[in-house]
């Protein structure tokens, strides 16, 4: 199917993981797709991956994510190098944490691109890269991130299969239909009537030093993931080594607490402005396009958005094909909105700001 398809590089690989749960063929007259999904649009859908394959878009540039990579490791280097070279005061310590700041997004965009398998054409070295970029530069669990993503790009935005969307209700009501649905059944978790403004001081700012920092180390625990443990224990002992001979230890504690939150405010927000305003309740199992469509839209390009956002202002497109390796979002974008415009799809795209506030 469609969703196989899109996750797997290796089709012949893992295709050997599934004899063992073949129970038959299906009978001759029995349909082949569900009445849920579009058959038309499938088959049109089908017809672009085979003119992406063809065209090469599926294939990295490998000097792209060596240069990427790179200026992550100068940046890394240079917010140690600045308090090194320039002392621990206020200056110098705020700029170190927007250098690190910036290389650690930067490093988790990269991430991204490996564990969706879209840096090497092999795929042990994406695993294992990505081993070093999510355990050892950011400090969490490669295959804990696999597992929850793999999920969110199933089903996005479907209520109890997307772990993105977890928070709710407990946290905030997300979705027009949820709310409703809450409201008649009177139910209330938090103030919903203020979520837009206490949005802005516990998500963003707080997801990573809290939430991730403790979820990323139970799941590898509890999952036995020793090989990521080990990975991971290196980040701190590199950081607490290497800047821990610069700061005293509530300085240190401050400057490792205060580049989280940064780190995790510019993730949230570019992570959420692709999903969060669109349409969010439970699966209704539509075909793989319709699915990925109705969660997920764009944000415009420039060389600045493309940086600042790790091409997720490309999401659609990332949401559809998500091992194709991001620099050729924008070659297969106007192949993409012509398949939405035949099948009079909705293909959403919007100013950086204007999806920042749709979040609010």
Not at 164 to 173: A, K, R, S, V
Not at 274 to 288: K, Q
Request: proline share 5%; net charge positive; glycine share 2%.
């Amino acid at each position: 199917q469609d969703a196989f398809i899109a996750f797997h590089v290796d089709k012949v690989l893992v295709s050997k993981y599934l004899k063992s749960l073949q129970i038959g063929e299906l009978a001759p007259d029995q349909p082949s797709i569900e009445p849920t999904k579009n058959k038309m649009l499938v088959k049109d859908f089908r017809e672009l991956r085979a003119t992406v394959e063809k065209m090469g878009l599926l294939k990295p540039n490998q000097l792209f994510f060596f240069l990427h990579l790179a200026h992550i490791l100068l940046l890394d280097t240079a917010a140690w190098l600045i308090l090194f070279y320039f002392g621990t005061s206020l200056m110098p310590f705020i700029v170190s944490l927007v250098v690190l700041t910036i290389s650690q997004v930067q490093a988790s965009w990269l991430q991204h691109d490996l564990g969706h398998l879209s840096v090497f054409r092999k795929t042990k070295w994406n695993h294992l890269l990505h081993k070093f970029v999510m355990c050892h530069l950011i400090g969490a669990s490669a295959r804990w991130w696999t597992l929850l993503h793999s999920q969110h790009h199933a089903k996005p935005n479907c209520f109890q299969k997307d772990p993105d969307i977890d928070m709710h209700p407990f946290l905030f009501t997300l979705g027009k239909k949820f709310s409703v649905e809450l409201g008649i059944k009177k139910k209330k978790y938090m103030p919903y009537n203020h979520q837009h403004k206490y949005f802005f001081f516990t998500l963003p700012p707080l997801l990573f030093p809290t939430y991730f920092h403790c979820h990323t180390f139970y799941i590898a625990y509890t999952k036995r993931y020793w090989v990521d443990l080990a990975w991971m224990l290196t980040f701190y002992i590199r950081f607490f080594f290497t800047y821990g001979s610069l700061l005293e230890i509530k300085s240190l504690l401050a400057y490792y607490f205060i580049f989280r939150m940064l780190e995790s405010s510019w993730f949230v927000w570019v992570s959420q402005m692709n999903h969060i305003p669109m349409d969010i309740y439970y699966d209704n199992n539509l075909d793989w396009v319709s699915t990925q469509l109705q969660a997920t839209c764009n944000v415009e390009q420039s060389l600045f958005n493309d940086w600042f956002t790790g091409h997720l202002n490309f999401q659609i497109e990332h949401h559809l094909f998500p091992t194709m390796p991001r620099h050729n979002y924008w070659k297969v974008a106007p192949l993409v909105k012509s398949l939405c415009a035949k099948h009079g799809i909705e293909y959403q795209c919007k100013p950086l700001l204007t999806a920042f506030a749709d979040i609010v």
